[in-house]
C-alpha cells in the first residue's frame, strides 16, 4: 500500500472521530452535581429566599454550634424554641449532595445532637430552617468537620 496524503487525511480523520467519540462517551459518564436538584425553580424564587433571610436575620445570635467528641450539639435559646411549630437541620455538603444528612426537629426543643460518625471529614453548610406561625425562618452556618 503506498502511502499519500490522501491517506494520510483519512486516517487524520478516522483517529479525529475516534478522540470525538471518546470524550462524549467520557462527558456523559461524569456526575453532575448542582448545588440543588431544582436548581432553577430555586433561582426563579430567589425573592422568596431573600424575604426568608430577612425575616430570620434577628434569630441569628439565637442559635449555638458546639462541636464536642462524638457530636455536634445545636442549642437553640428558649424564647426562639418555644415559637417553633416545626424544622428541620440539614447538614449540606457542597462538594456532593449525595452527602447531604436531614435531621427534623421537634417542637419546643432547645438543643439537637447530630453525631459524627455519620459524618465524613470536610466542609458542610448547617442550614436550621423552621416554621413558625405559618412563615417559614432560615439560619445558616459553615461547619468543618475534623
Known sequence: MKFNWG?????????????CTA?????FNQDVNLVH????????????????EARSLKYKEAITLKSEN????????AKLA???????????????????ILFPVEKAVKEVKIPKGDLIHGRY???FFWYSEGLK????QVVNIQ
Not at 436538584?37 to 424575604?51: L, P, R
Request: net charge negative; glycine share 6%; hydrophobic share 45%.
Open 7 to 19: 491517506t494520510g487525511i483519512l486516517i487524520f480523520l478516522i483517529l479525529f472521530l475516534l478522540a
Open 23 to 27: 470524550f462524549i462517551v467520557f462527558a
Open 70 to 77: 462524638d457530636f455536634i450539639r445545636l442549642e437553640i435559646e
Open 37 to 52: 436538584k431544582n436548581y432553577y425553580e430555586k433561582g426563579v424564587d430567589y425573592t422568596e429566599q431573600m424575604n426568608i
Open 137 to 140: 425562618y432560615e439560619i445558616g
Open 82 to 100: 418555644t415559637i417553633i411549630d416545626s424544622g428541620n437541620v440539614l447538614l449540606y455538603r457542597p462538594s456532593n449532595s449525595k452527602q447531604d
Open 125 to 127: 453548610i448547617l442550614k
